[in-house]
Nanobody, 115 residues
Framework: QVQLVESGGGLVQAGGSLRLSCAAS????????LGWQRQAPGKQREWVAS???????AYADSVKGRFTISRDNAKNTVYLQMDSLKPEDTAVYYC?????????WGQGTQVTVSS
């Protein structure tokens, strides 16, 4: 059973930065896709960024140029560096890992950006 544990969320002012971490139980090198999604109050969950085996990183237009996804295989951890944060980035951020045909989710970490 795969467990994903997010951390690093919090309250930050607009323009600030946060780095989210997602620690996996076991090696992350087995996953085809590692990524982040978010869900704001009253809205559907939306894709934020992914690392895809053989393809590299991909980002939603809303975060491109501000967020950076990365991985540390030695620590079995995926990161989301979030810079130039905006109030509209406020959401619960979820880590996602895919090893076909299974998808695993973390419990989420709250990010709140004040104006």
């Amino acid at each position: 059973q795969v467990q994903l544990v997010e951390s690093g969320g919090g309250l930050v002012q607009a323009g600030g930065s946060l780095r989210l971490s997602c620690a996996a139980s076991g090696s992350i090198s087995r996953f085809n896709v590692l990524g982040w999604q978010r869900q704001a109050p009253g809205k559907q969950r939306e894709w934020v960024a992914s690392l895809i085996s053989g393809s590299g990183a991909a980002y939603a237009d809303s975060v491109k140029g501000r967020f950076t996804i990365s991985r540390d295989n030695a620590k079995n951890t995926v990161y989301l560096q979030m810079d130039s944060l905006k109030p509209e980035d406020t959401a619960v951020y979820y880590c996602r890992a895919v090893v076909a045909p299974y998808t695993y989710w973390g419990q989420g970490t709250q990010v709140t950006v004040s104006s």
